[in-house]
């Protein structure tokens, strides 16, 4: 899918209120899918159209940046409090599955 390119839900909804929950629906959604964690982060806008009496819904993506993540050359990190000495890190328990 190209940037920019609008993408049409194929289902018509009977009112406005369904079409907008649907759209914010999609647009959670796609924008988790389409975001990577230091990549390319995208925004994603809806739109609702009204065709005769039923609400058609499109969305796209907008490229917004990359996010640059952590490579250690900046020294940012140095500065960023260490974690409490005190704690103590837990002992994960594995649990057998009972055998039917």
Known sequence: MDLEEWVKIATLYGSEKQAIKTANIVSTTEARLL???SGPQYEVETRIAQ?????QVSWRKI????????????????SAPSPDPG????KIIPFRRPSI
């Open 51 to 55: 065709i005769e009496d039923k609400w």
């Open 63 to 78: 490229f917004i940046g990359n996010k640059t993540g952590c490579s250690g050359g900046c020294q940012s990190c140095s």
């Open 87 to 90: 704690k103590k890190k837990g």
């Open 35 to 37: 975001n990577q964690q």
